[in-house]
Nanobody
């Protein structure tokens, strides 16, 4: 069974930093795109950042210059370094995998359970 498990959320003051991690477990052969999305109550889930297998990142305008996404293909992990956090960054952050292949299955999309990030002013 393939799962995405996030960790690293918590409470931080504005201007501070947090690092989120997401581990994909299972007999994984490859993952095309890994990414982070976030959601606040009453709003749709929105893109934060994605990164391809080759390491090309893509960021939402709201986090450019403050967040850095990276991945470890050997460990099937993706990270989100969040610096200069703002209260408006408060949300549940979800890990996402696109086009994940195992020996027996291809998953077009998988989501983690989410981790809460709270930024106090």
């Amino acid at each position: 069974q393939v799962r995405l498990v996030e960790s690293g959320g918590g409470l931080v003051q504005a201007g501070g930093s947090l690092r989120l991690s997401c581990a994909a477990s299972g007999s994984i052969l490859s993952i095309n795109v890994l990414g982070w999305y976030r959601q606040t109550p009453g709003n749709e889930r929105e893109l934060v950042a994605t990164i391809t297998g080759g390491g090309s990142p893509n960021y939402a305008d709201s986090v450019k210059g403050r967040f850095t996404i990276s991945r470890d293909n050997a460990q099937n992990r993706v990270y989100l370094q969040m610096d200069r956090l703002k209260p408006e960054d408060t949300a549940v952050y979800y890990c996402n995998a696109e086009n994940l292949r195992t020996w027996s299955h291809r998953y077009l999309e998988l989501w983690g359970q989410g981790t809460l990030v709270t930024v106090s002013s």
